[in-house]
């Protein structure tokens, strides 16, 4: 490792201390360190500077005991790393290691039991493979818009030790890319005091803030296996009529969507088919992103930021939809700080922001985290892209969360009162519409009593009788137009 190598890493450490095979040189360096010679942001070129290559097993054992160590989430998730960083922990018995990440896909390995006090995972948005730690007491969960992830690395409140990353593989001039998972990953790299990347020729190459030259990786590691794919289920009769009753009446012509995961959101998309000039600006993108453009739908024509290109901070869908981001300009992958920022997508023109929730009260107030105190999911972009059509510069936003009006068991999810200890992600002063198979609810500058009067107008016809007798017992009134 060069004298600037090591310059460069020791730049980063306030009390960290590698292992003797990764450093050879005085604390001193640090003293000698300019911009020239080292610069936060990736997309320079560092002189003199390349990263060792070496096994998974190899780059894991930077890792010590008390260390904080950030994944890579989404479809762009370094499993490899993951499951060598497990067995190390494993086999030279860490202690205290905390994995901090979005969602991740993949088996989880470091949050399974036999891995407590080995690790412990501290889940910014709870995925499936870290739900069962989270509601156990194992693993944490940090309430946070996906927006502000950033700050927590930039304002050095949370400070990582090791990054491991996914990237795609580099080009002729030493530039990697983040790939599909942009998000908050940017900001960890950013700020991680030794970078590990794994590079997979399956990771496509996309344009926007996630290049990265690889003279920022501390190790590389070579990967060749298929990104994960969530391939979306086949929308239920409901959830289609949610989708047809947002596209035939709540979506315009040259409006910019934000969708978030999930059926209904994949249903509103297939209902767009019809629809002239649409854009994207979305924290998420999908596989039905792919049909629009086919069907001449989506042109981004009106959209102000990034006028004329889809914007997200990830993906996840199929391997139909990473091909078609491979070197593909017409889509640009942004930090989740510029993607999710209010003042920014309220300048796009009819926002059309649509989200799914778990339940909503009579008053308006949204759960979409949690199920009662079992944490099930995060706090996410939800609020950022209802504030930001809320805000939209011309007035004609639209923030809409969508929901079926029952629960599998046939159980109302419009509720005179949250279950106990549910999350409200979205409060009642920030929701505009409610929609559910039944229509629509629009609340915005409703009272209570016409609040509860609208929710109940599109709650389950079984339902309404007894929600009507609730919101009179909790309103001391009776709930109308």
């Not at 190390?88 to 989880?108: A, C, D, R, W, Y």
């Not at 889940?123 to 989270?134: D, K, M, Y």
């Not at 942004?334 to 209010?342: G, M, P, S, T």
Request: hydrophobic share 40%; aromatic share 6%.
């Amino acid at each position: 490792m060069s004298a600037v190598s090591i310059c460069k890493t020791v730049s980063r450490v306030v009390k960290f201390r590698l292992p003797a095979q990764y450093s050879s040189v005085s604390l001193n360096a640090q003293n000698r360190r300019s911009f020239h010679l080292y610069s936060p942001e990736p997309f320079h070129p560092i002189p003199d500077k390349s990263p060792t290559w070496m096994s998974a097993e190899e780059a894991v054992r930077v890792v010590r005991s008390d260390m904080r160590v950030y994944v890579h989430g989404a479809a762009a998730t370094p499993i490899t790393l993951v499951e060598a960083l497990s067995e190390h922990g494993l086999s030279s018995s860490l202690s205290n290691v905390e994995v901090m990440h979005i969602h991740t896909e993949g088996p989880g390995t470091y949050a399974k039991p036999e891995y407590e006090g080995i690790f412990r995972s501290n889940s910014l948005f709870i995925g499936a493979n870290c739900r069962e730690a989270v509601n156990s007491g194992r693993g944490d969960f940090t309430p946070i818009f996906l927006s502000e992830i950033p700050l927590l690395f930039r304002r050095k409140l949370i400070e990582l030790d090791v990054a491991m990353i996914s990237v795609s593989s580099p080009d002729k001039h030493g530039f990697c890319t983040l790939g599909p998972s942009v998000d908050c990953t940017r900001a960890a790299v950013q700020n991680a005091r030794y970078i590990v990347g794994l590079v997979n020729p399956h990771m496509p190459r996309t344009f926007g803030d996630g290049m990265i030259h690889m003279s920022h990786f501390d190790a590389m590691v070579k990967g060749d296996y298929p990104l994960p794919e969530l391939k979306a289920a086949t929308p239920t009769d409901i959830e289609n009529e949610i989708g047809r009753v947002i596209a035939d009446n709540l979506v315009e012509d040259g409006a910019t969507l934000q969708t978030g995961i999930g059926s209904i959101p994949h249903a509103v998309l297939n209902a767009l088919w019809s629809h002239r000039d649409l854009g994207i600006h979305s924290e998420m993108i999908s596989d039905g992103i792919i049909d629009l453009i086919e069907h001449g739908s989506l042109t981004n024509a009106q959209k102000v930021i990034h006028t004329g290109k889809i914007v997200g901070g990830f993906a996840m869908g199929t391997r139909k939809l990473y091909e078609f981001m491979d070197d593909n300009p017409f889509i640009v992958m942004c930090d989740i700080a510029f993607v999710n920022d209010v003042s920014l997508i309220s300048q796009n023109p009819r926002v059309t922001a649509i989200n799914s929730c778990i339940e909503v009260d009579l008053t308006g107030q949204v759960v979409s985290d949690s199920i009662g105190t079992r944490m099930y999911s995060g706090v996410g972009g939800q609020v950022d892209f209802m504030r930001g059509a809320a805000l939209s510069n011309d007035g004609l936003g639209k923030p809409i969360l969508a929901l079926p009006s029952t629960t599998k068991r046939g159980e109302s999810k419009i509720v005179p009162f949250i279950k106990e200890g549910a999350g409200v992600v979205t409060t009642r002063a920030h929701v505009h519409y409610i929609v559910t198979e039944y229509g629509i609810a629009f609340l915005f500058g409703k009272n209570v009593r016409q609040r509860a009067h609208a929710l109940i107008e599109i709650a389950h016809p079984d339902h309404r009788e007894h929600l009507e007798e609730a919101a009179f017992k909790r309103l001391k009134c009776m709930p109308s137009a």
